[in-house]
T-cell receptor, first 115, second 114 residues
Framework: DQQVKQNSPSLSVQEGRISILNCDYT??????FLWYKKYPAEGPTFLISISSIKDKNEDGRFTVFLNKSAKHLSLHIVPSQPGDSAVYFC??????????????FGTGTRLKVLA | DGGITQSPKYLFRKEGQNVTLSCEQN?????MYWYRQDPGQGLRLIYYSQIVNDFQKGDIAEGYSVSREKKESFPLTVTSAQKNPTAFYLCASSILPGANTEAFFGQGTRLTVV
């Protein structure tokens, strides 16, 4: 049972345009959400996160939006750059509710930014 | 220079053999995790540990074992009972206590059964 879903396996965007990566979750107890970027044969690197008490968090070119009623979050990258080409994973945790420190990951979206 | 070190980067195992993947962190993190990545399946949690001498099964623990004898070390053993062990294995760690922290990942170990 996939609790965190990324329904788009891949996305292609022109350089300079906006990239929007989407993520849906089923567990309403999740209270912290993260986005990671991963290159082949490397470990994921943390990009940005958002707590469930917020609906938006910005860090430079990256913005994460959270819609709790829809159980949906999205990552916006503006402007997109060729170096952004990677696989992006969203993840969620319910640590404040469950006290259990674990992160549940989605299946990833491969972003390709075209020069 | 703080971080998580996984070794080896590549590992080959014959069918029927147990093999142990190393994970060491010098970030003074309490929690450590093992994930497995397969094509199209994202990162799936194998085991996690919140404190020394304690660990819990994740979603796909069958055929794996772990130990947490030291805070900085969380080795994963892939046993012969694991039916499909060929995969990319990722170790991670995070701070405890307090919520809203990210996990930091190592560079991964690619295990291939030959």
């Amino acid at each position: 049972d996939q609790q965190v879903k990324q329904n788009s396996p891949s996305l292609s965007v022109q350089e300079g345009r906006i990239s929007i990566l989407n993520c849906d979750y089923t567990n309403s107890m999740f209270d912290y959400f993260l986005w990671y970027k991963k290159y082949p044969a490397e470990g994921p690197t943390f990009l940005i996160s958002i707590s469930s008490i917020k609906d938006k968090n910005e860090d430079g070119r990256f913005t994460v939006f959270l819609n709790k009623s829809a159980k949906h979050l999205s990552l916006h990258i503006v402007p997109s750059q060729p170096g952004d080409s990677a696989v992006y994973f969203c993840a969620a945790s319910d640590v404040r509710i469950s006290g259990t420190y674990k992160y549940i990951f989605g299946t990833g979206t491969r972003l390709k930014v075209l020069a | 220079d703080g971080g998580i070190t996984q070794s080896p980067k590549y590992l080959f195992r014959k069918e029927g053999q147990n093999v142990t993947l190393s994970c060491e962190q010098n970030l003074n993190h309490d929690a450590m995790y093992w994930y497995r990545q397969d094509p199209g399946q994202g990162l799936r949690l194998i085991y996690y540990s919140q404190i020394v001498n304690d660990f819990q099964k994740g979603d796909i623990a069958e055929g794996y074992s772990v130990s947490r004898e030291k805070k900085e070390s969380f080795p994963l053993t892939v046993t012969s009972a694991q039916k499909n062990p060929t995969a990319f294995y990722l170790c991670a760690s995070s701070i405890l206590p307090g919520a809203n922290t990210e996990a930091f990942f190592g560079q991964g170990t690619r295990l291939t059964v030959v």
